[in-house]
């Protein structure tokens, strides 16, 4: 349970959040409060830093507008510098929507109960991550596990990323015999703390580390667009299917916004036209409804893996 507010409302809002945050009841307060139409009311928008976080800002900048267009309530985009830090912004109010992981929303709605999953990217439902090499190692796509990078450096994303952390040590170990790959690999594997996906790419092309894995979308874009990724990488291996990415929205929007405000968003979000700026942001093509059910199969990984607790 949060134990105050800190969606930043407006000075007008002060007296009835904090009665709110101290458990008190807001139907008690004096006419000051803000209402969802108040023009001082603020909607705060997140994410995590999956790619580059320089570009991170200026592309979520224009789906704030967006939704700041379809709400007509006013949306800015909140930076959060890694993983946990949109988590911990999430927990504590000062967000009131992100566009998560799969492993990150959960920790999220764990951390706030009544928090949802209101939406997702059509892709999501059956996301998948690569597994890549350097061209130097001599390893070739193929359809089987790569065992061979047992004795090759190998580099994860973020410890908290689902598509370069959780799911690649899913798949690992499920074709390991079950055996973590801090104890599998030769030398024990590496993470990226900063930059996301596209750092993990950089790693591996500049030969820092032979072996990686990150999520698709990220690599297919860097293919086309960065070409010391195409020349110097391979993909070498594609996991089965899993539910990733999706936006979950606090339960305190509704006591800002007014009830039915989630579905509002919900709306907007899905409603966002095919190759739009809003879209580019998460660089989807389409986003449809999601829940919190979607991502039980996260959840239980997670678990069994001993990177959460239930």
Known sequence: MLKRHLFRVG??????LALVGCGGDPSTADNTETTPDAPSATFYLSAIPDEKITDQKAKFDKLADYLTSKLGTKTEFVFSKDYPDAVTKFKNGEVHLVWFGGLSGVQARMAVPGSQAI????ADPQYKSYFIANKSTGLKPS???PAAIKDMTFTFGSPGSTSGRLMPTFFIMENNGGVHPDE?????PAFQMSGGHVATANAVADGTYQTGALNYKTY????ESDPKIAENTVKIWT?????DYNFTIHPDAEKAFGAGFAQKVQT???????GSDALKAINRESIISAKNEDFDGIK??????????E
Do not use: H, R
Request: glycine letters at 4%; charged letters at 20%; hydrophobic letters at 50%.
């Open 11 to 16: 000075l007008a809002a002060v007296t009835t």
């Open 119 to 122: 939406a997702q990217g059509k």
């Open 143 to 145: 359809e089987e596990f």
């Open 184 to 188: 599998w690999f030769a030398q024990k």
């Open 220 to 223: 297919d874009s860097l293919v």
């Open 239 to 243: 996991t089965p299917f899993y539910a």
């Open 268 to 274: 907007a979000l899905m409603e966002a036209p095919a």
């Open 300 to 309: 239980s990984t997670a678990v069994k893996m001993g990177l959460i607790e």
